[in-house]
């Protein structure tokens, strides 16, 4: 049975709605939608107070009056912004920065505040972004380095696979962040299958990456491995403590133990050839069954409950084949 844990909750859906834990005298309310979801019952409500998850520039400078972004604050690629520049150029529009010229001097932030991106800052450059020091490093310094932690986390049978994330079927993990960067892993599966490398062997800033082709390896002993790049793109960043720790992929797969950043001119487009949570989490189910199908050739039956595979599969049944397994499932 494949679980679900949860590290988080939200209070919010998007723009427009909001929900609550309920119980079952709740189903009856006509105020909110109803569902259940994991035996719980949860009010889904409309509220026109609930703000954005992701503003659009526009909308916080007021010029629109609901958007949520839908590009990862890469304005530079984003249709709807560019739309707009050129509704103001034909002067049917008002740009968003001389809406926010018309505020007092307090209340003129940086575009960045405006989106919640950043805390508070005052803009000093009259919203002429180019000439901005801060912007620029707040896009190429500052917003690549913020990652963070999966905030939810389904879990099929002992491997982690983490919601708003994804997958390539070669078992790396993709994850679109603001300003348009994609940060790139091994999965958990990959990492237990094969357990603790004793390197791996990452390509340099600058290298460019080919999507379903090798763009680094992992070195486990007299074994090696190659992995397939998930995406497109050139990389701008490498984990400087997984090359110097390659334990730490291993610990936190989809935390700290990411390997890249990555830059490509369509992210959209990236995103459509790779799986989603929700088809990574019914593939990750297929090949846990062709993985249980391996052992009980080698190993003979499983428990009777399927149990939870171990740690360093590789390590504990060598008969598998280190070639046999990552033709497998790394795919090469």
């Not at 050129?86 to 003129?108: A, H, L, Y």
Request: with cysteine.
């Amino acid at each position: 049975m494949a679980e679900k844990i949860k590290t988080g909750e939200r209070s919010s859906l998007g723009y427009g709605s909001s929900y609550r834990k309920g119980d079952k005298d709740d189903l009856g309310n006509q105020g909110s939608i109803n569902a259940v979801l994991g035996g719980q019952v949860w009010m889904v409500k409309p509220d026109k107070d609930a703000k954005a998850a992701n503003p659009c520039l526009w909308m916080e400078a007021g010029v629109v009056k609901n958007k949520d972004c839908n590009n990862y604050y890469d304005c530079t690629s984003c249709k709807y912004d560019l739309g707009m520049k050129k509704q103001v150029e034909k002067g049917k529009q008002i740009s968003w920065q001389n809406v926010m010229r018309k505020r007092p001097d307090m209340d003129r932030v940086c575009r960045h505040s405006l989106t919640n991106r950043i805390a508070k800052r005052v803009c000093a450059y009259d919203y002429n972004c180019s000439s901005c020091d801060f912007d620029q490093f707040f896009e190429d310094v500052m917003s690549p380095k913020t990652s963070s932690v999966p905030f939810e986390m389904q879990n099929v049978k002992g491997f982690d696979i983490p919601v708003g994330y994804y997958y390539h079927d070669g078992h790396t993990w993709a994850r679109i962040e603001s300003g348009g960067f994609i940060r790139i892993g091994l999965d958990d599966f990959s990492l237990k299958l094969l357990g603790k490398a004793d390197a791996l062997e990452l390509p340099l800033m600058g290298k460019e990456l080919d999507m379903g082709k090798a763009g680094w390896g992992l070195k486990r002993k007299e074994n090696l491995a190659d992995v397939l790049s998930p995406v497109n793109g050139v990389i701008t960043e490498v984990n400087p403590k997984v090359r110097e720790n390659p334990e730490m992929a291993n610990r936190e797969p989809y935390g700290e133990g990411w390997l890249f950043l990555v830059r490509t001119p369509d992210i959209k487009k990236s995103a459509k050839k790779l799986m989603s949570d929700t088809e990574g989490f019914e593939w990750m189910n297929g090949e846990v069954n062709k993985l249980e199908s391996m052992i009980e050739n080698v190993a003979g039956p499983l428990a009777a409950d399927g149990g939870y595979l171990q740690n360093d599969i590789y390590g504990n049944l060598p008969d598998l084949g280190w070639n046999n397994l990552t033709k497998t499932f790394l795919k090469t």
